[in-house]
């Protein structure tokens, strides 16, 4: 009832129970509760005019309370009984979607006093039956307001906005099922263009202009499927012309008066000319991609296609794209990503669905790390200038605002507001991402930076981070175009390979293999999967590694890893893994509970014929451990103190030092680790940040779900990794490019004879293991054309100067390893220089 208990115009019908079941009820709109009517009840003056604006007044003060990212619009109802209804319509316009797609109505019931008692506001969500009630305060002299406080029986102070959210929420659901949600408003601003339903009857056959539409769309898929012609052109002008005209009518462009572009740099320009208002040349990376996303879904591409066309963009620190560049760069990168995006089309399968608990259990807990340094990075960033971020201003009870549109907060307890950063410039999200090199790879931190949520002024929302990265991986499981197709993918790594300055032998030194990956682009690796890749490189005592055994094993596993069938098989089969080693841990603590005794005895008995498992270095003994050593070899004392890469290498991969023999370290996780070194200005590693970086990547690969099982022994058989054909793909895409040839020998006036290639080679490479005592013999496919390893012959040696030691005194070690490098330099000097003159002879006797 709306009288309150105890009034005199209950007395006079008797019981509230009475009164509620006599008087005649009135239905508000859309409402799924029922008001008693004022008029029913006797003794009530007649509700003067001025009562519907005050009504509406008061309903403006409590929506303003509930929320300060929606906006409310209040409509008048109708005045029945006594009683003034209004509905409230809050709605989330966004840049994206400036027109609202979706409402929610709140149904609100006003009744102005009654005799001696105030007046009551109620209100009802959509079609809930649940009715709500806020207290109304004041009086008659002074004025009525809305309380500020908690409302008894209701929602918390702070729960409104996220109840709101929970409809926009179910109501997407119910628009994804094929429901139709759309308001009046939305159906009457979303008209097609004349152009759309303009009934054209065609010359030839009759058909209207929507079917001409149709069949252009139908003309543009097959345009996709042509393949670019052997002179390397594309389609012809024809082809081109009808593309266009189906790209114009999938974004609402397309006008019959006017002819489309002849080309995709044409369209590009007529494009930028119309939304460049101002003619100033650029604009924001915001606005290029609204009108990207809105333009090239009609040439056949995804959403993860013109991502990775916007992170090709080259920004300035304001965030603005140059259209004249852009513009001149995209029409290639987007032709190129149609004819993958076809080839992927008709070659994966389809209908694919990855679980989001599959990419949590796998990728959790790295994605946990990377989000917590991320977001460090980004408040970091924002602490230096309060002007580089968005703040949320916070309190322990209701957000406020008031008439005029001002904001404020009441705490419950009266304390100061807390701010929190939730949004940062994007030139700044860009510089804390490039920050953490350990942790975001380039490929994942461009495509990162175009899927969080971007306002006009450029800054990143970063609230959901965590679910950002996770859509991340399931996207580039979904969408790896060239890392399925071994042909595309052989191409674009030799492409990255040539760059990353691969020359004539074929050969790369271990700590410049990870370019090759880094500036990989057309595959979306994580940063812990390249470095699962390094780990699986074999150099040799040199730091030289072949390209062409590298590119073998990467062509291996990259498809391996970026399958979605696989990676969705592979994560439910150790989900249940881990569902039963849990299990029996339980079970075997409950054992050890009760029978002590026997369980130790039975993991005796278990381990009899077996290997004792190796006690493993906790994290903090390696890291102070390898400073050490690399502190005593290092004699420049600098204030960054710095050593080549050669120096380090030897000092861990040769087990030069017993300190390192000692850490128990495996072979791959060295191999994994050298290659990670990254070089300064002066060629030399700054050894105590390299230290510091990638110690802790490596213990946290070892306990990854899933990429630890490529480290593993016979991890190709266990996870069912196929070998492809080198002969095929080596001959598919030769390493070498045509004109690349070995230098001119020192002997110009005898003719270059190439020797013989022979398929591999067995080197004995002494390797810190775990063993530390024994030699691990690797057999690795290595080419002999212009290098030849092995000991020099006694010719080569006698050329050699005889060793001489060093002088004793203070650094006496260091000086001996020095020389003991320059001897082995000068000794393979002599094995080519002896390897060249037999090939001279070799061709004399020919001749």
Request: charged share 25%; net charge negative; with cysteine.
């Amino acid at each position: 009832c709306i009288a309150p208990p105890g009034s005199p115009a209950l007395a006079e019908r008797g019981t509230m129970a009475a009164v509620c079941g006599t008087p005649a009820r009135s239905r508000l709109s859309r409402a799924g509760w029922n008001v008693v009517s004022g008029s029913s009840l006797p003794g009530l003056p007649a509700t003067p005019t001025d009562w519907n604006a005050e009504g509406r007044r008061l309903v403006r003060e409590v929506s303003a309370m509930w929320s300060r990212k929606y906006i409310f619009t209040i409509r008048d109802g109708d005045r029945r009984d006594g009683m003034h209804h209004f509905e409230c319509l809050f709605s989330l316009p966004t840049n994206e979607r400036p027109v609202p797609s979706i409402v929610i109505a709140v149904l609100f019931a006003f009744l102005p006093p009654v005799l001696d008692y105030g007046p009551r506001l109620f209100y009802s969500f959509e079609e809930s039956d649940l009715r709500h009630e806020w207290t109304i305060e004041g009086d008659a002299k002074s004025g009525w307001y809305a309380q500020r406080a908690q409302q008894k029986l209701s929602l918390k102070g702070t729960a409104f906005e996220s109840y709101l959210d929970s409809f926009i929420r179910e109501k997407d659901k119910v628009r994804a099922r094929g429901i139709d949600t759309s308001t009046a408003f939305e159906r009457s601003r979303f008209k097609p263009p004349p152009a759309c339903y303009k009934d054209e009857v065609n010359s030839e056959s009759g058909r209207s202009g929507l079917a001409c539409a149709s069949e252009a769309a139908t003309a543009l898929l097959e345009s996709f499927q042509m393949d670019a012609s052997v002179n390397g052109q594309v389609e012809d002008a024809s082809d081109m012309a009808v593309a266009m005209r189906a790209a114009l009518r999938s974004a609402n462009m397309y006008c019959d008066m006017v002819a489309p572009p002849a080309s995709l740099t044409e369209l590009l320009s007529h494009i930028f000319d119309a939304a460049d208002e101002d003619g100033i040349g650029e604009m924001a990376h915001y606005e290029v991609a609204r009108l990207m996303m809105a333009t090239l879904p009609g040439f056949g591409l995804e959403s993860w296609d013109i991502n990775h066309l916007l992170s090709h963009a080259r920004e300035n620190d304001a965030g603005f794209i140059n259209l004249k560049k852009f513009t001149k760069q995209a029409p290639d990168l987007v032709l190129s990503l149609r004819e993958q995006r076809l080839n992927f089309r008709k070659f994966s399968t389809q209908g694919i669905e990855i679980p989001m608990e599959s990419v949590r259990h796998c990728f959790e807990d790295e994605i946990k790390a990377i989000v917590d340094e991320l977001t460090k990075a980004f408040e970091a960033r924002a602490a230096e200038d309060s002007t580089r971020g968005l703040y949320q201003v916070t309190s322990g009870c209701i957000r406020l605002m008031d008439e005029h549109g001002d904001e404020g907060a009441l705490g419950a307890d009266g304390g100061e507001k807390a701010q929190t950063l939730v949004a940062l410039h994007r030139r700044y999200c860009r510089d804390s991402v490039a920050s953490l090199p350990e942790r975001i790879s380039p490929q994942e931190g461009s495509m990162v930076l175009q899927m969080l949520p971007e306002d006009e002024n450029g800054f990143l929302g970063f609230e959901e981070l965590t679910e950002a990265f996770e859509n991340l991986r399931m996207e580039a499981l979904l969408n790896a175009v060239v890392a399925n197709d071994l042909r595309s993918l052989r191409k674009h790594l030799v492409f990255c390979a040539r760059r990353s300055g691969l020359d004539w032998t074929g050969h790369m030194k271990l700590w410049r293999i990870k370019d090759i990956l880094l500036v990989a682009d057309q595959i979306c690796l994580s940063r812990l999967q390249i470095h699962t890749l390094l780990c699986l490189t074999e150099p040799n005592t040199q730091g030289d590694v072949c390209i062409q055994d590298f590119l073998h094993i990467c062509i291996a596993i990259i498809p391996h890893m970026s399958n979605a069938s696989i990676f969705t098989e592979t994560a439910e089969r150790l989900m249940l893994e881990n569902a039963e080693a849990m299990k029996e841990r339980a079970n075997a603590e409950l054992a050890a509970l009760s029978a002590a005794k026997v369980t130790k005895q039975d993991n005796q008995d278990d381990d009899d014929g077996a290997k004792v498992p190796e006690k493993q270095v906790d994290r903090e003994t390696v890291e102070r451990t390898l400073l050490q050593s690399f502190a005593l070899i290092d004699e420049t004392r600098k204030p960054t103190p710095t050593l080549p890469p050669d120096a380090i290498f030897n000092c861990v991969f040769n087990g030069s030092d017993q300190q390192v023999q000692g850490l128990c370290l495996d072979e791959l996780e060295v191999a994994g680790l050298l290659a990670e070194m990254v070089l300064d200005a002066s060629g030399e590693v700054p050894y105590h940040d390299f230290v510091r970086r990638w110690v802790p990547m490596m213990f946290e690969l070892r306990q990854h779900p899933l990429l630890s099982r490529y480290l593993q022994p016979a991890a190709a058989e266990q996870m069912g990794i196929p070998e492809p054909d080198r002969k095929s793909i080596e001959t598919m895409v030769p390493l070498m490019p045509e004109g690349m040839k070995r230098p001119p020998s020192p002997l110009k006036e005898e003719p270059e004879v190439k020797p013989e290639r022979s398929d591999s080679t067995t080197a004995e490479v002494r390797r810190p293991s775990k063993g530390n005592s024994k030699t691990v013999r690797r057999r690795s496919t290595l080419s002999r054309g212009p290098t030849i390893e092995g000991e020099p012959d006694d010719k080569g040696a006698s050329k050699l100067a005889t060793e001489k030691l060093p002088p004793p005194g203070r650094g006496f070690l260091r000086r001996k390893t020095r020389m003991e490098d320059q001897s082995l330099a000068a000794k393979e000097k002599a094995v080519r220089d002896a390897a060249e003159s037999f090939a001279v002879a070799v061709a004399r006797a020919a001749q």
